[in-house]
């Protein structure tokens, strides 16, 4: 059992607030992942629960115990860093070995521990190399060999992946997954990529300029975003944005700006009854618009005009400007249509969303 729990967590640099007022709770064998931008505070937080970085205010909880003045060594963590941090002199075993050897541990049960993590990650013929015979992916199983064979309470992973190419970052997320799968063990792991976040997260935690903007399961946060940044930050394509002023006529409350007029839908304008007359953000994602029909209803279409064609074989991205709005549409891959060209495009009602003007918080 290992529970992490952090409590108005806050951590300064001089005068740059770094870490401001975390509170998160990560359940027992949860894979939790931070994911942000560059800055935003993620992986201060992950160096402060190994214990790397003191905590300038604030509560670190591992299971029921206090750790904040706890010695790394004694936290019964294993890290994973981003650059590997193999010792480039030591065989693949004795890098793996290394940290059981500084605990005193016998000589039966490293080797016993060592042989159980390479079978698990597929090393067993590389035990006797060198890191510099090694790729990329199998530097990576070695450091993911090294955390595995201290069988710790907790695994810290901080952008492990984001050194390798594109293809095989994709095949080491899926074998990451797998492995948390087999050791059940509890995981915090930190990316500023998304698409990481979303396949690996058991929930997900989105943090900007050191605040945490909402925690949750990633389909949470892909339909619910708590706000524009949020909702810009989860899914590929982004969300599209445009201003718009909030307007009733003829019973119906509608998003306007040049060029756009959206009938907003029931549901929605039962929540945002009372912004009449103000402004508002809406957002739509790219896989909810597409090419209008005849059969679509007017109100929730729109005219446009083609900017980029990007084909990408499964899907056709169109980069459209409608008056001073900017959208982008993932349409049918059998669409013909080129750059100029005139379209309707028609929104889902059901993923329209409307975020306030001033505080950008989901309406």
Known sequence: MAEVSLHKLNKRFEAFHAVKDVDLHIR?????????PSGCGKTTT????????????????????????????????????????LYPHMSVASNMAFGLKMRKFQKADIEQRIKRAAGILGIESLLGRKPRQLSGGQRQRVALGRAIVRDPKVFLFDEPLSNLDAKLRVQMRVELKKLHERLAVTSIY??????????????VVV???????????????????????????IGSPAMNFADVTLAGGNGRLWAEAPGLRIGVPGPIAARVNGHSGKSAILGIRPEDLRVA????????????????????GSEILLDTRAGNSLFVASVDPMLRTKVHEKLRLAINPDRLHLFDAQTEAAI
Do not use: W
């Not at 300038?56 to 010695?71: H, K, L």
């Open 28 to 36: 027992d064998k949860e894979f939790m992942v931070l994911v942000g």
């Open 46 to 85: 992950l160096r402060m629960i190994a214990g790397l970085e003191a905590v300038s205010d604030g509560e670190i909880r591992i299971d029921d115990a206090v750790v904040n003045e706890v010695p790394p060594m004694d936290r019964d963590i294993a890290m994973v860093f981003q650059n590997y941090a």
């Open 190 to 203: 930190v990316t500023h990529d998304q698409v990481e976040a979303m396949t690996l997260g058991d929930r």
């Open 207 to 233: 943090m900007k300029d050191g605040v945490v903007q909402q925690v949750g399961e990633p389909l949470e946060l892909y339909n619910s975003p708590a706000n524009r940044f949020v909702a810009g930050f």
């Open 293 to 312: 029909s005849p059969a679509d209803p007017a109100e929730l279409c729109f005219e446009v005009e083609v900017e980029v064609v990007e084909q990408l």
